[in-house]
């Protein structure tokens, strides 16, 4: 049987979740036993997001083979089992650089190079080279970023008509498109979805599928008349309303609305029902939740949704393992900084964590809260820069090495207990140069690591430039800091660990990326659980600290 493709095409406003819908739709695919990989095209002109602001972008995403991409994927990641490599993100950038590396070869022998058909044939590429990653692929989702009317996602949507007119059976269009109820009119209004799928239609896709954003449930009347304006079938028109309590309830509420079924039949793919018993066990553990714990994120772009994306999600996870609920508290580190008082600022959380980040801002309130943590015997979890502030903390104020630093915020501090890692030294443009990707990582035993991984060699990814300075390991570990994991056959220290402290625990990759509702990051389950385990117990004296090596 030929692979089916899905295009996911988005209407009306941007933010109205496609990655979600896509990675939910994908989730429910799965859940009917499909096979099903998954693909990213972004409109702009950025070769990848590693080098854009996370205000711009929020989250980059690291694939294990080093690619930075879209934070959608860490969607797909959560919701389904797609491959995530290199080729399933493509922007316009890569598409252009593509083409015009060819053209400079000579390869187009004379032609005028031109958007059609050079650059939609290098993007209907990209579509097959997703679909050829695994030789037993049954569905290729694709997304496609950006609002149907802008001017720079037209070569997509030209590409993504192409293609089903050369695979008639074989494609479907779902658009999603938004819903507003408008207060001053008492009226939910479907002109604006008319409009986006006139839209699209202009340039010859006409979608099988509506994909509703609405704060509630559309009636029959809104769904029929939306049928009717925009020609698609009536059962075709579906809700997708805003969730009540989290984003995992979301390919339940596609399921309840026989979206699942719709899509097999459209493509002609004939499966079993879907069973879904696991993801609703995990609902249900989400929405029923026993207790409560309180997290503080101290970072640096704490009022954008989207900047730590993988990071929430995760802490979220942990918090799934243990059957609580979870709030998670976001602090701005500069403020820290500007309060006076870390304990001000930030005191009321059970445990904290710093995220990964880059630059001078925001430094020293992440010091003050490491420092904080370790004081007081709060639990404490770094993420990259979060492992870097752990350390730098330590050296000062443990080491006494007053002016200690990062190279990356102080190049001429005296003690740079965080140095360049020697491969970046030549490294001249920034985009894609980091140490990125998976790394293996050999842990020692009797360690929280250890024992929350229980195996001796894991994988994790990577995106940094800087890392731990091993002229100070001796004397670190002398003082109490040891490194729980460093890299496989090498030195590079990835995991950081103080002794007698109940749960600080700082690491050099990013484990955030690897973590499912369904299958929860150790660290993460452990970070939360040795919370719990603190909150019972009067003192920590009472939780089950290991020795330190
Ligand atoms: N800026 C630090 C480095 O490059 C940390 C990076 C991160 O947190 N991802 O090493």
Same mark, same amino acid.
Not at 179 to 201: D, Y
Not at 397 to 406: E, I, M, P, Y
Not at 481 to 494: H, I, P, S
């Given at each position: 049987?030929?692979?089916?493709?899905?295009?996911?095409?988005?209407?009306?406003?941007?933010?109205?979740?496609?990655?979600?819908?896509?990675?939910?739709?994908?989730?429910?695919?799965?859940?009917?036993?499909?096979?099903?990989?998954?693909?990213?095209?972004?409109?702009?002109?950025?070769?990848?997001?590693?080098?854009?602001?996370?205000?711009?972008?929020?989250?980059?995403?690291?694939?294990?083979?080093?690619?930075?991409?879209?934070?959608?994927?860490?969607?797909?990641?959560?919701?389904?089992?797609?491959?995530?490599?290199?080729?399933?993100?493509?922007?316009?950038?890569?598409?252009?650089?593509?083409?015009?590396?060819?053209?400079?070869?000579?390869?187009?022998?004379?032609?005028?190079?031109?958007?059609?058909?050079?650059?939609?044939?290098?993007?209907?590429?990209?579509?097959?080279?997703?679909?050829?990653?695994?030789?037993?692929?049954?569905?290729?989702?694709?997304?496609?970023?950006?609002?149907?009317? !802008?001017?720079?996602?037209?070569?997509?949507?030209?590409?993504?008509?192409?293609?089903?007119?050369?695979?008639?059976?074989?494609?479907?269009?779902?658009?999603?498109?938004?819903?507003?109820?408008?207060?001053?009119?008492?009226?939910?209004?479907?002109?604006?979805?008319?409009?986006?799928?006139?839209?699209?239609?202009?340039?010859?896709?006409?979608?099988?599928?509506?994909?509703?954003?609405?704060?509630?449930?559309?009636?029959?009347?809104?769904?029929?008349?939306?049928?009717?304006?925009?020609?698609?079938?009536?059962?075709?028109?579906?809700?997708?309303?805003?969730?009540?309590?989290?984003?995992?309830?979301?390919?339940?509420?596609?399921?309840?609305?026989?979206?699942?079924?719709?899509?097999?039949?459209?493509?002609?793919?004939?499966?079993?029902?879907?069973?879904?018993?696991?993801?609703?066990?995990?609902?249900?553990?989400?929405?029923?939740?026993?207790?409560?714990?309180?997290?503080?994120?101290?970072?640096?772009?704490?009022?954008?949704?989207?900047?730590?994306?993988?990071?929430?999600?995760?802490?979220?996870?942990?918090?799934?393992?243990?059957?609580?609920?979870?709030?998670?508290?976001?602090?701005?580190? !500069?403020?820290?900084?500007?309060?006076?008082?870390?304990?001000?600022?930030?005191?009321?959380?059970?445990?904290?964590?710093?995220?990964?980040?880059?630059?001078?801002?925001?430094?020293?309130?992440?010091?003050?809260?490491?420092?904080?943590?370790?004081?007081?015997?709060?639990?404490?979890?770094?993420?990259?820069?979060?492992?870097?502030?752990?350390?730098?903390?330590?050296?000062?104020?443990?080491?006494?090495?007053?002016?200690?630093?990062?190279?990356?915020?102080?190049?001429?501090?005296?003690?740079?207990?965080?140095?360049?890692?020697?491969?970046?030294?030549?490294?001249?443009?920034?985009?894609?140069?980091?140490?990125?990707?998976?790394?293996?990582?050999?842990?020692?035993?009797?360690?929280?690591?250890?024992?929350?991984?229980?195996?001796?060699?894991?994988?994790?990814?990577?995106?940094?430039?800087?890392?731990?300075?091993?002229?100070?390991?001796?004397?670190?570990?002398?003082?109490?800091?040891?490194?729980?994991?460093?890299?496989?056959?090498?030195?590079?220290?990835?995991?950081?660990?103080?002794?007698?402290?109940?749960?600080?625990?700082?690491?050099?990759?990013?484990?955030?990326?690897?973590?499912?509702?369904?299958?929860?990051?150790?660290?993460?389950?452990?970070?939360?659980?040795?919370?719990?385990?603190?909150?019972?117990?009067?003192?920590?004296?009472?939780?089950?600290?290991?020795?330190?090596?």
């Amino acid at each position: 049987m030929s692979i089916k493709y899905v295009f996911i095409t988005g209407g009306v406003v941007s933010s109205l979740g496609k990655g979600l819908t896509s990675a939910s739709i994908g989730h429910l695919l799965e859940c009917r036993g499909v096979k099903i990989a998954m693909l990213k095209l972004d409109p702009y002109l950025n070769v990848d997001p590693g080098t854009m602001n996370p205000f711009q972008h929020g989250e980059v995403y690291v694939t294990d083979d080093g690619a930075e991409t879209d934070l959608d994927l860490g969607h797909y990641y959560r919701f389904t089992h797609s491959p995530l490599t290199k080729a399933s993100n493509a922007t316009t950038g890569q598409i252009y650089d593509t083409v015009i590396k060819k053209e400079r070869k000579g390869d187009y022998l004379g032609k005028t190079v031109q958007v059609i058909p050079h650059v939609t044939d290098e993007i209907k590429a990209r579509i097959l080279a997703c679909a050829a990653q695994e030789k037993d692929t049954q569905v290729v989702l694709v997304e496609i970023g950006g609002t149907v009317g !802008d001017i720079e996602s037209l070569p997509f949507l030209e590409a993504i008509r192409q293609f089903r007119y050369e695979r008639p059976s074989d494609c479907i269009n779902i658009h999603l498109t938004y819903v507003p109820f408008l207060k001053a009119a008492g009226e939910v209004k479907t002109k604006p979805t008319q409009h986006s799928v006139q839209a699209l239609r202009e340039i010859g896709i006409v979608p099988d599928m509506i994909l509703c954003r609405c704060e509630d449930p559309l009636g029959a009347d809104l769904k029929a008349k939306i049928s009717l304006f925009c020609n698609v079938r009536e059962e075709a028109v579906i809700d997708e309303k805003d969730v009540e309590h989290s984003i995992y309830e979301v390919p339940t509420d596609l399921h309840r609305q026989g979206l699942d079924e719709m899509v097999c039949k459209m493509l002609g793919l004939k499966t079993g029902p879907a069973d879904l018993s696991r993801w609703e066990r995990m609902l249900q553990s989400v929405l029923h939740p026993k207790g409560k714990v309180t997290i503080g994120v101290v970072g640096k772009y704490m009022d954008h949704q989207d900047a730590y994306k993988s990071v929430y999600e995760a802490l979220r996870h942990g918090a799934i393992a243990a059957g609580v609920d979870l709030e998670i508290r976001r602090f701005e580190s !500069d403020r820290i900084v500007e309060n006076g008082s870390v304990e001000a600022a930030i005191k009321g959380c059970d445990g904290y964590l710093v995220p990964g980040g880059f630059g001078e801002r925001g430094w020293e309130g992440k010091v003050l809260t490491a420092k904080y943590c370790r004081t007081k015997g709060i639990p404490y979890f770094g993420l990259c820069l979060g492992m870097q502030v752990m350390i730098v903390e330590f050296a000062r104020n443990v080491l006494g090495l007053k002016k200690a630093h990062s190279t990356e915020v102080d190049p001429n501090t005296p003690d740079p207990v965080i140095s360049m890692l020697s491969e970046q030294k030549q490294i001249q443009n920034l985009g894609g140069t980091m140490r990125l990707g998976a790394y293996p990582c050999e842990l020692k035993p009797d360690t929280l690591a250890f024992k929350a991984y229980g195996k001796k060699i894991i994988w994790e990814r990577h995106r940094h430039r800087y890392e731990f300075n091993n002229h100070y390991k001796t004397a670190f570990e002398e003082k109490g800091m040891f490194f729980a994991g460093t890299l496989e056959k090498g030195t590079l220290c990835e995991i950081s660990e103080v002794a007698g402290h109940p749960w600080m625990l700082g690491v050099q990759y990013h484990p955030e990326f690897k973590s499912k509702p369904l299958e929860p990051h150790p660290l993460f389950r452990d970070f939360i659980q040795s919370i719990i385990l603190y909150k019972r117990s009067d003192t920590w004296a009472a939780s089950p600290r290991l020795t330190t090596a």
